[in-house]
């Protein structure tokens, strides 16, 4: 990316607060599917290898959703005492859909978020996702730090009077880059570096323009994912919140193991872990699948070729009837085979 869209010189910025003080509040303000939950786990994944780097100081990610904040208080109790970047995705429903006696229940929590139990005081990073600039109570929606994922007509109103009249460039050149994104196939944005020249950006491959506010300057900056940063990262692994099974990892795999053989199953997993762009597979497997692609370049073969060599047929299976033990325990009884078949069948599929 341009240097001058640097996402971690905005980092950077959070770091040094962070360092200094012990609570601090950053907001991701857009419309939805603009990218903010994208940006949300990219700014903690990069403050805790910052902070990790720069300051030898460790910290922890939690990601938490609606459930999780309407129970605020017990959503605190469950944390350990530790450095953390705690994220809580689009809370713009409080406005709408619980009352005044919620919302300051998690004021209050906030206010004591950096004693956890145990008696540590901690450093947190509070990082708070939300649809427009007044969509929240004035206490939540304040912060150290604002990105902006979108600005709509309403919200251009809104920022003017936030960043002041002098900001309005950055603002409307933002919006035109939102623009060419929404008229261009493939998506993408270009920025001028020179008379003649562009740099061009493609839309979430991996990158997204963006807005950032320190409460003093607005810059145009560019947002990349996590996982351009860091395909695999042990500490992000362990960020989302209850809206995720707790079932323990060891637990799960054995069972696993246990179903299908672990040789199967660990094949299994390297086949979704490369599916989602994660490849484990031993370095000879590698050279063996480019071997084959470079002949499939050359058209000398076909895959459907091979599989017939082999004598392989096209796989077609689905779960046994007798289900997982994690499954919840109503729709295991409702597998029982007094049941109609027709409606187990739609169970199973």
Known sequence: MLRNHSFLATINGICSAIKKKDVIKVGIIGEE?????????????AIHERMKSLYNIPFAIRIFYEEDLLDFKNTLSTLTPANYVLVFDDISFLEGSVNKHQISAVKQAVT???????????????VNNYHYTKGLDKYLRQANFKYFTSVGSEEGENLQKYVGIKNMRKIKQFIKYQDQILKTEPPH???????????????????IPALF???????????PTREFMAPVCSICSMAEGIRYSQV?????????????????FQ???KLKLFENGM????????MAKRWIDIQLTKQLVTLEQVMLHYGWTITKTRLNSKFSQLIDENKLHETDDTKPKQFKRTILN
């Open 213 to 223: 506010f320190d409460n003093i300057n607005l810059r145009n900056i560019v947002s």
């Open 33 to 45: 599917g603009t990218g903010k939950t994208t940006m949300a786990k990219a700014i903690g994944h």
């Open 248 to 264: 323990p990892i060891g637990e799960l795999c054995k069972e696993g193991e246990d179903k299908f053989g672990e040789r199967v």
């Open 112 to 126: 004591k978020i950096r004693h956890l139990e145990g008696g540590q005081d901690v450093k947190i990073i509070l």
């Open 189 to 207: 944005w270009s920025v001028k570096i020179s008379a003649k020249d562009a740099f061009t950006y493609n839309w979430q491959e991996p990158f």
């Open 279 to 286: 490849t484990v597979h031993a370095k000879s497997v590698l």
């Open 267 to 269: 094949s299994a997993c």
